[in-house]
């Protein structure tokens, strides 16, 4: 992930009068050949330490293995950087609470990483959900799938192994990109149901022998959602095995007076669902590149990973330098909190095999709507 970033970075040229431009001047990987690829970096470390203290440093991202998340991530605010973190913030609840209870007794500006709601067609989508314009929400899903993991050859590696990626396996990894926009709707789940299924315990190991595959692969929820008049439905999907997927993002939600549905598989086409006297009319609507940030790419061309990874990061830094104004920000705090919530009530839903509140989980309080 250092990689995609220093690539946006490195393309930061294609947006137009942004605010802030950013250079990489440092990289830590405690993997010395990690750091090869960074060839127009000056400072290359072993210890993040180093990077710490460097006073030339502004901003980090701090991308690693989960388990070490805490301790990374509270040593940034300790010594007074801004980070753009990883998901999911920590390795579960606990975790995600002292880092959060750290941050807001600090000054330091800290976002989590979430790049999928930053499509064009993602945007639109929730532009118009969030207007209001669907009228009383009927039902909402968000889910994100990958299929690779359907290749049982596949090597085992740390997001499959519950020491270093977390009990809650597939939650921790892909959990918090289908949470980002409910959760900024101000959808947080008064009640989770949760299935969750283990459908690979071994994997080949680094000696070619079979490894504990100890992580969940898939967790399908189902969440009530309070609104005026009563409840919703909000069905979350996180997969490693969703045959034939590759990284598909996908928003559904249809409400009393419209409808709208966008997923990265069909990047350029936002549906929208308007009523039309007693009939309801799925229209396709061709999104082209433009998302907040403008660039300048052609409005009419595709756009893609990188793309939303840029957005993203023109995100984090304009709200960083307080120019965000009205434009979608990226993961804040206290969401990756209320994700961190949502995941232990999955957790204790599996468990227990019943329905359970995650807002009973934890003191903290709930996140609110808007940017
Ligand atoms: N936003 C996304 O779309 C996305 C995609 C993939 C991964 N991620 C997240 O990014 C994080 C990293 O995942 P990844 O797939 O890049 O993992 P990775 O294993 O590919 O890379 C992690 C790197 O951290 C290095 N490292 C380990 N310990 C270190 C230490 N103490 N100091 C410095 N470097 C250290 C490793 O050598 C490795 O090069 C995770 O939190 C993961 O959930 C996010």
Partial sequence: MGKEVAAAIARWCALVDHPVTPRLTAICDINPAALEWFDTVTTKVTDYHDLLS????????IAVRHDLHEQIYLDAVAAGKDFLGEKPFGIDLDAATRIVDAVEASNVFVRCSSEMPFFPGAQAAFERIRSGSLGRIIEATNYFSHSSDLD???????????????????????????????????????????????????????DGALAACDTFENATLLC??????GRFPLTLGMKRIDPAQKNTWALRVTGMEGGVEFSTR???????????????????VEMGSQSDFPTITGGIFETGFSDAMLQMWAAYLAERAGQLGDRFGCVTPREALASHRVVAAVMRSHAEQSVVEPSALSGRQRTGAGH
């Fill in 152 to 206: 049982l050859a596949k090597p085992v590696n740390w997001k499959r192994q519950q020491r270093f990626c977390g009990a809650s396996g597939v939650l921790n990894d892909l959990g918090l990109h289908a949470l980002h926009v409910p959760l900024r709707l101000g959808w947080e789940p008064a009640s989770v149901y949760a299935v969750l299924q283990d459908l690979v315990p071994q994997r080949p190991g680094p």
């Fill in 224 to 229: 009530a959602v309070e609104q005026e008049g």
């Fill in 266 to 284: 069909r990047p350029k086409t936002l549906k929208v669902m308007r009523l039309d006297g007693q009939e309801q009319v799925w229209q396709e």
């Fill in 54 to 61: 460097d006073e030339s440093i502004d901003v980090l991202y």
